[in-house]
């Protein structure tokens, strides 16, 4: 894979995991607890008002598969891609999207909203969604100001303000938890991450954040590269790298607190994919940030499939799929790399 | 280690229950025998974990662990001899007013002392640490918990209850007419010439969606009061919105929190049985409890079944 082939392979691989999501995505929409025949699925997708099929049919495609399937596919996307971030800006193969508390922020968030005020929605987003979000901002902003902006020069501190306010917040999740035993259920499978309720208002919210997230994560792929090789190089270029840092991270918290406010908080893709593909695809971030997002859809587009079929007619949390798949995937990778020689990809 | 403890406490118990036998010699030997006319008769009943229960007169002071035991003693008219409760226990309404002792899974172990019950009955989710701890104050705990079945509940909770309560006269009447109803209402639905499909409503929307599976007891009353569940072929209780698009039921059940909400979230409201206005509320509390108020529980259902036909 390292060899001059290689590069050729590199190049077409962004191309190779696209039609990869196609397949996924098609698959996705085809699937289900319920069995709809493939004829009618293509029929149905294509022509909805032909009113051949019956109308069930319909409303699952239209109204639960395909909204889902595009939430899942940018859910997976975003998380990857802000993982990737993570990992070259903080030169760290364990860096994640949620390292900076923002699972926890979101996850207290959540719960409060569970607790006080469990229904209704704004703007088509589930309060409880809306305060899951507000949560990760507020977590993201507390720690950049507690750790201060020389933490920006000093990623150590950054992280370490990441796992107080952490703590804070799952402590505050674990005080609600205890004085509303009755509520522990919603707020454990919150945790757990699903997207069994999306509609459109969903997916339409994550393509408004997410998609000029991405885009702009990419853009400074070339910054990253040189963030990610010491601030020295990034100095010597005439970039601020305090300044990168936070547009980056900033960056990461709002497409990750999207995500976050339409699936609950679902583990491993952010981690998992964007290490496995700087390990196939080496660290050039433009490359990788995109493969990033394309994979990390591939995953959560596949992982969502299981979780609504595996026990059907039930489904289980999407977020115990991610991380039963990705688990081993990740102990075996990290074997081959201690053979190897070298962990930090 | 925990199960080691436990076999421990048994055995400790149990020589302990023998030598007192053997030190008290005639005396409790006669008082234990039930039909004796001489001394107070004892109350003795077998509880959930085949513990024998004993006393030597009704319960004055009882602390009630569990809605369904709240219920049962004020069904049983001994309502003052209640001291404590749950935050749960919230039927009848008389039970307000009693001091309450914590959840239902933490009660206050502290609290329970203060009262100076001579009584505690617990039901389910009940922990054997809590257990243990109270039995270590010497405190007698009965556990009397309902096997998932229609009149389960009359002999392993009304029933036994009832004789620690000194109540028994009372029960025998509340059974009565527990049977009285539940025959009343099965006979209505042997008349019902429509089965209609039936969806309960357990969770929705965020936390994804639950329901009554059917190896579930609310499965099985959705079947008793004449209705189909249309998740009978599912296990537990975990169900999804695609599935229950698809099975469209003619009727749905919803608890009373959901009201109104389920009825105007997107995709539930297209559903047929909400556009034909089949959505009712059921009182879960009256059928999942599986106290006095389970024939109230079915009446509630097979009524809503009768009105589909």
């Given at each position: 894979m390292r060899t001059t082939d290689g590069n050729a392979m590199k190049r077409f691989f962004p191309m190779v995991l696209f039609l990869l999501l196609v397949a996924a995505f098609l698959m996705a929409v085809a699937v289900g607890s319920h069995p709809i025949p493939?004829?009618?699925?293509?029929?149905?997708?294509?022509?909805?008002?032909?009113?051949?099929?019956?109308?069930?049919?319909?409303?699952?495609?239209?109204?639960?598969?395909?909204?889902?399937?595009?939430?899942?596919?940018?859910?997976?996307?975003?998380?990857?891609?802000?993982?990737?971030?993570?990992?070259?800006?903080?030169r760290n193969p364990l860096a994640e999207p949620y390292l900076l508390g923002i699972s926890s922020g979101a996850s207290l968030g959540a719960a409060l909203a569970i607790v006080f005020l469990p229904f209704g929605a704004f703007a088509g987003l589930s309060v409880i969604g809306l305060a899951a979000f507000l949560g990760s901002l507020v977590v993201t902003v507390t720690v950049f100001s507690a750790a201060g902006r020389g933490a920006f020069r000093l990623p150590a501190t950054l992280l370490l303000a990441g796992i107080a306010v952490a703590f804070l917040c799952q402590s505050g999740v674990w005080l609600i938890m205890a004085l509303n035993r009755d509520q522990v259920?919603?707020?454990?499978?919150?945790?757990?991450?699903?997207?069994?309720?999306?509609?459109?208002?969903?997916?339409?919210?994550?393509?408004?954040?997410?998609?000029?997230?991405?885009?702009?994560?990419?853009?400074?792929?070339?910054?990253l590269d040189v963030m990610s090789t010491g601030h020295d190089g990034a100095h010597g270029l005439g970039l601020d790298p305090s300044r990168m840092a936070l547009i980056l991270l900033t960056l990461t918290a709002l497409g990750t607190a999207a995500a976050v406010s339409v699936a609950g908080t679902i583990g491993f893709i952010g981690l998992m994919v964007p290490h496995f593909l700087r390990w196939v695809i080496g660290p050039a971030h433009q490359r990788l940030l995109l493969s990033s997002w394309l994979g990390g859809g591939i995953l959560l587009l596949l992982a969502d499939a299981i979780a609504r079929t595996v026990t059907a007619p039930g489904e289980i949390p999407v977020g115990v799929v991610t991380a039963l798949m990705g688990a081993p995937f990740l102990l075996v990778m990290a074997r081959g790399k201690q053979q190897s020689g070298r962990l930090d990809g | 280690m925990r199960r080691f403890r436990f076999l421990f406490l048994v055995f400790a118990?149990?020589?302990?229950?023998?030598?007192?036998?053997?030190?008290?010699?005639?005396?409790?030997?006669?008082?234990?025998?039930?039909?004796?006319?001489?001394?107070?008769?004892?109350?003795?009943?077998?509880?959930?974990?085949?513990?024998?229960i004993q006393l030597d007169e009704p319960a004055q002071r009882v602390v009630a662990l569990s809605p369904v035991i709240t219920e049962t003693v004020f069904a049983?008219?001994?309502?003052?001899?209640?001291?404590?409760?749950?935050?749960?226990?919230?039927?009848?309404?008389?039970?307000?007013?009693?001091?309450?002792?914590?959840?239902?899974?933490?009660p206050d172990i502290e609290a329970i002392a203060a009262l100076e019950p001579d009584l505690v009955v617990a039901s389910a989710h009940f922990s054997e640490e809590h257990l243990r701890q109270l039995e270590a104050l010497g405190i007698t705990v009965a556990v009397l918990m309902a096997p998932d079945s229609l009149r389960g509940g009359q002999e392993a909770v009304i029933r036994p209850l009832a004789t620690l309560l000194g109540a028994e006269d009372k029960a025998k009447d509340l059974i009565l007419q527990l049977n009285q109803q539940i025959d009343a209402e099965l006979e209505k639905v042997k008349s019902f010439q429509f089965q209609?499909?039936?969806?309960?409503?357990?969770?929705?929307?965020?936390?994804?969606?639950?329901?009554?599976?059917g190896d579930t007891f609310i499965g099985e009353m959705i079947e008793l009061a004449g209705g189909e569940n249309i998740a009978q072929d599912t296990e537990g209780w975990s169900f999804s919105l695609e599935a229950l698009v698809?099975?469209?039921?003619?009727?749905?059940?919803?608890?009373?929190?959901?009201?109104?909400?389920?009825?105007?979230?997107?995709?539930?409201?297209?559903?047929?049985?909400?556009?034909?206005?089949?959505?009712?509320?059921?009182?879960?509390n009256t059928i999942v409890r599986q106290g006095p108020r389970i024939g109230e529980g079915l009446a509630s259902l097979v009524s809503i079944v009768a009105q589909m036909q």
């Open positions: 493939l004829k009618a699925v293509t029929s149905i997708l294509l022509h909805p008002g032909a009113g051949e099929w019956p109308h069930s049919w319909v409303q699952i495609l239209w109204k639960l598969r395909l909204p889902r399937a595009l939430a899942a596919m940018m859910v997976g996307g975003v998380l990857a891609v802000g993982g990737g971030t993570c990992q070259g800006l903080f259920e919603r707020i454990t499978f919150w945790t757990l991450g699903s997207l069994s309720s999306v509609g459109w208002s969903g997916v339409m919210w994550l393509a408004l954040i997410t998609a000029p997230v991405v885009l702009a994560q990419m853009a400074l792929g070339r910054v | 118990l149990v020589l302990g229950w023998t030598g007192s036998l053997a030190a008290s010699g005639q005396a409790d030997a006669v008082s234990s025998s039930s039909s004796h006319k001489k001394s107070s008769k004892s109350l003795v009943v077998r509880d959930f974990h085949g513990r024998e049983l008219e001994q309502g003052n001899s209640l001291v404590g409760k749950t935050e749960y226990c919230d039927y009848p309404p008389e039970a307000q007013g009693i001091t309450t002792i914590g959840s239902l899974r933490e209609p499909r039936v969806y309960y409503v357990v969770g929705f929307g965020d936390g994804g969606d639950w329901t009554a599976g698809a099975r469209d039921p003619d009727v749905i059940f919803i608890p009373s929190w959901a009201d109104g909400v389920f009825q105007n979230s997107p995709v539930y409201s297209d559903l047929r049985a909400v556009q034909s206005g089949n959505v009712f509320v059921v009182d879960e």
